[in-house]
C-alpha cells in the first residue's frame, strides 16, 4: 500500500513539475527550450541572447542566428590568427612548422566561413541535409587547424580552446537547424 501510494506521490510531482516547466520555457521562451536541445546550452543561451534578433525570432530565426554567430566567430578566428602571426609573439614558438601551421589554420577558417556562408544559403532552401553536411564540414576544418599542430610532437596548439569554441557554436547551430526537420 505504501509503495502504491509513494508511487503516485512521485507520478504527482513528475506531471506537475513537467507542466510548470513547459508553461515556464515552452510557451515563453522558445530561446531556453531551442537551447535545451544542444550539447552547449550555457554557450547557446548566451550567444543567442546577445544578438537582439533573437527575441522575436522562430525556430528557423534562431537556426539562422546559431549560424551567424558561427561564421562571426570563423572570421574573428582569422583575425586572430592574423594578428598572432604579426604580433611576433616570442611565447609562441616562431618556427617554420609553427608558422605553416597558423597559415593552415587561416586557410582551414577561410573554407569553414565559405561552408558556413553556403549553409546559410541552405537553410534558406530549408536543404536541411546540406545544412547539416557544410556545418560538420565547417567543424572539420577547425580539427584539421587543430590537429595540424599534433604533426609535431613537442609542439603544442596555442589555438585549442578557441578552436572548441568555435566547435560548439557550429555544434549548437547544427543542433538548432536539426530541429527544423
Ligand atoms: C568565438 O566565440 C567564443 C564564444 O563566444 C569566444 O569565447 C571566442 O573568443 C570567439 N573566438 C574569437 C576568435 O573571437
Ligand atoms: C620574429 O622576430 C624575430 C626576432 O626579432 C625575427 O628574427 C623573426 O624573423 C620574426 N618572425 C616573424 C614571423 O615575423
Redesign the pocket.
Known amino acids: 500500500m505504501a509503495s502504491t501510494n509513494l508511487l503516485f506521490l512521485f507520478l504527482f510531482i513528475l506531471l506537475s513539475s513537467s507542466a510548470n516547466s513547459a508553461r515556464l520555457l515552452g510557451e515563453e521562451d522558445l530561446i531556453a527550450t531551442t537551447c535545451g536541445h544542444t550539447l552547449y546550452v550555457d554557450?547557446c543561451l548566451?550567444?543567442l541572447r546577445e544578438d537582439p534578433r533573437s527575441e522575436t525570432a522562430d525556430l528557423k530565426g534562431l537556426a539562422k542566428i546559431a549560424l551567424d554567430?558561427s561564421l562571426v566567430?570563423a572570421t574573428?578566428?582569422i583575425?586572430?590568427l592574423t594578428q598572432l602571426k604579426s604580433q611576433n609573439d616570442t611565447s609562441l614558438p616562431f618556427d617554420s612548422f609553427f608558422s605553416s601551421c597558423m597559415d593552415d589554420c587561416i586557410d582551414e577558417y577561410q573554407e569553414a566561413a565559405g561552408n558556413l556562408e553556403d549553409a546559410n544559403d541552405a537553410l534558406e532552401k530549408n536543404s536541411l541535409a546540406t545544412v547539416d553536411s557544410l556545418i560538420t564540414a565547417a567543424m572539420t576544418d577547425s580539427d584539421t587547424c587543430e590537429d595540424g599542430f599534433g604533426d609535431k610532437e613537442e609542439m603544442e596548439s596555442p589555438l585549442t580552446e578557441?578552436n572548441r569554441?568555435?566547435s560548439?557554436?557550429c555544434s549548437n547551430a547544427l543542433a538548432i537547424a536539426t530541429l527544423l526537420g
Open positions: 554557450l548566451s550567444s554567430i566567430n574573428k578566428m583575425s586572430h578557441k569554441e568555435f560548439n557554436l
